[in-house]
């Protein structure tokens, strides 16, 4: 098991140095830098212009300036803000338990409606449950996330009036929830579906268990890897901060810092929270492979 994990790290270290140079170099690609943002707030001159881009040290070359940042960034220095001027692990050490916040909501909620609407779906097969959780799971996820989140905006904070339009923790995990368990119902009953058909169920019916006991100790826990990986890359992506979400509903997570960093040009904020991102979806991704490992010994050869 412990050469199969070392086998996961090499992928990890390549993806994780491709990510830090499209970080960087797409930023200084981008028309503008953090002096043309400030004199468009306020009145700089161009020799003030030069003096800011001298003192963020934006006048080197940019080779440079890409292994200074990623020297900084191997020791854990993300460096500070250029508006702000705080240091960077202080703006993501606030944004981030909020987006936890929301992630961990968000995964509850979708574990909560999408497992037994998947196991029911699956076990149940052609029953009235199964179409209507089968049409259920498309709408859930054929409507995009920004639009669950404005519906859910709409119909709670404007018409009922019994939640926040900002600030609410439950509007957006609801949409992220929702989005997450459709995928998980389709899954799990696709899953469920194709183990009913195995031999040693039928082995188990023939040995007077009832349903529910062969479901539950045999078809479920072998059901269980596609979710498994369902689960680890929504995990990835909540963590990695509902970029669209959090804007809506401006809650104050790294999905709402990045944009406000991108808006603003402010590079190191930006450079952190993608990297910071990635190395989660990877993390997540690392993690599924592990869990294969240890549900499957196939898997590890």
């Known amino acids: 098991m412990l050469q199969y994990a070392f086998r996961r790290i090499p992928p990890v270290i390549i993806t994780l140095a491709l990510a830090s140079l499209f970080t960087f170099f797409m930023l200084r690609i981008v028309p503008g830098d953090v002096a043309d943002v400030l004199s468009v707030q306020g009145a700089v001159s161009e020799t003030d212009k030069a003096l800011i881009r001298q003192e963020q040290g934006l006048d080197r070359p940019v080779l440079l300036q890409y292994t200074d940042w990623v020297g900084r960034l191997v020791r854990g220095d993300f460096g500070h803000s250029y508006f702000t001027h705080l240091p960077v692990r202080e703006l993501f050490a606030y944004a981030f338990p909020k987006t936890l916040e929301l992630a961990a909501t968000a995964m509850a909620i979708a574990l909560v409606v999408g497992l037994p609407l998947g196991t029911l779906a699956g076990a149940f097969r052609g029953s009235i449950f199964d179409h209507a959780a089968t049409v259920l799971a498309m709408l859930m996820i054929s409507v ?71 479901l539950r100790r045999h078809i479920l826990p072998n059901s269980l890897t596609a979710t498994i990986t369902v689960m680890g890359l929504a995990l990835g992506h909540l963590l990695g901060g509902a970029v669209i979400i959090e804007t809506v509903f ?43 490992g240890l549900t499957d010994p196939r898997v590890r050869v």
């Open 250 to 292: 401006h809650w104050p997570g790294i999905g709402t810092l990045l944009i406000e960093s991108i808006r603003n040009r402010d590079y190191p904020v930006v450079e952190a929270v993608v990297m910071v991102i990635t190395a989660l979806f990877v993390a997540a991704n690392l993690g599924v492979d592990l869990l294969y």
């Open 144 to 214: 995009p996330t920004f639009a669950l989140g404005i519906i859910a905006l709409l119909f709670f904070a404007v018409r009922l009036q019994v939640l926040p339009a900002t600030g609410s923790l439950v509007l957006p995990a609801l949409a992220l929830g929702i989005d997450i368990s459709g995928t998980l119902v389709r899954t799990l009953r696709s899953d469920i579906r194709e183990e009913l058909r195995s031999d040693y169920v039928r082995t188990a019916h023939a040995k007077g268990l009832t349903p529910l006991t062969v």
